[in-house]
């Protein structure tokens, strides 16, 4: 059973930066690209950024380019991303999800972690 | 980016009743070199991340039920509830994965009549 579990989610002032994490399991987690998509507090999605199975590509949405980092430990089963320079505008549940065909769609997404941005 | 806008935002709906929610697409998210359009659909229920429906544009992701069904080409998609049920009523986004960004529509959110 695939399963990916977000950590590392919590409350941040504005400038500041958090790591987020995600546990895979249940398949060969380098075989396929991940993503991360966020859901701001009672809006919709967002496509957030997306690495290859083994992280030698990467893309990011075109307002986050420069501030996060998405990166990935293929012999730990874990997805990284790193945010830096938080405005309350990055407020929302991150989720990260398996993305079979690498900047597709996604076939499995995890519970998500929350990151709040406020002084 | 390409923008995707659906409609209804919202749908007021009974149960047993076919409901149609459609997805617009800025411009063509489909890729003549091999027959596919980048579309799909997504149920999000409160609380929960989203659920995979339909994947380019039409094939049902495994387990979906089959009173679900997609459909359109181009710029135009409709997902199509065929009678509603009780666990359908939630939030339901289109995305287009033909173009990075990759994005979704706003939402159409199903509640009960």
């Known amino acids: 059973e695939v399963q990916l579990v977000e950590s590392g989610g919590g409350l941040v002032q504005p400038g500041g930066s958090l790591r987020l994490s995600c546990a895979a399991s249940?398949?060969?987690?380098?075989?396929?690209?991940m993503s991360w998509v966020r859901q701001a507090p009672g809006k919709g999605l967002e496509w957030v950024s997306a690495?290859?199975?083994?992280?030698?590509?990467?893309y990011y949405g075109d307002s986050l380019r420069g501030r996060f980092t998405i990166s990935r430990d293929n012999s730990n089963n874990r997805l990284y991303l790193q945010m830096n320079s938080l405005t309350a505008e990055d407020t929302a549940v991150y989720y990260c999800?398996?993305?079979?065909?690498?900047?597709?769609?996604?076939?499995?997404w995890g519970q998500g972690t929350l990151v709040t941005v406020s002084s | 980016d390409i923008v995707m806008t659906q409609s209804p935002d919202s749908l007021a709906v009974s149960l047993g009743e076919r409901v149609t929610i459609n997805c617009k697409s800025s411009?063509?998210?489909?890729?003549?070199?091999?027959?596919?359009?980048?579309l799909a659909w997504y149920q999000q229920k409160p609380g929960q991340p989203p659920k995979l429906l339909f994947y380019?544009?039409?094939t049902r992701e495994s387990g979906v039920p089959d009173r679900f069904s997609g459909s359109g080409s181009g710029t135009d998609f409709t997902l199509t509830i065929s009678s509603l049920q009780t666990e359908d009523l939630a939030v339901y986004y289109c995305?287009?994965?033909?173009?990075?960004?990759?994005?979704f529509g706003q939402g159409t959110k199903l509640v009960i009549k």
């Open positions: 999800a398996k993305d079979p065909i690498f900047k597709g769609y996604f076939d499995y």
């Open positions: 249940g398949f060969t987690f380098s075989t396929y690209a």
């Open positions: 690495i290859s199975g083994y992280g030698g590509r990467t």
């Open positions: 380019w544009a039409s």
């Open positions: 411009q063509s998210v489909f890729y003549s070199s091999d027959n596919k359009n980048y």
């Open positions: 995305q287009q994965y033909h173009t990075t960004p990759s994005t």
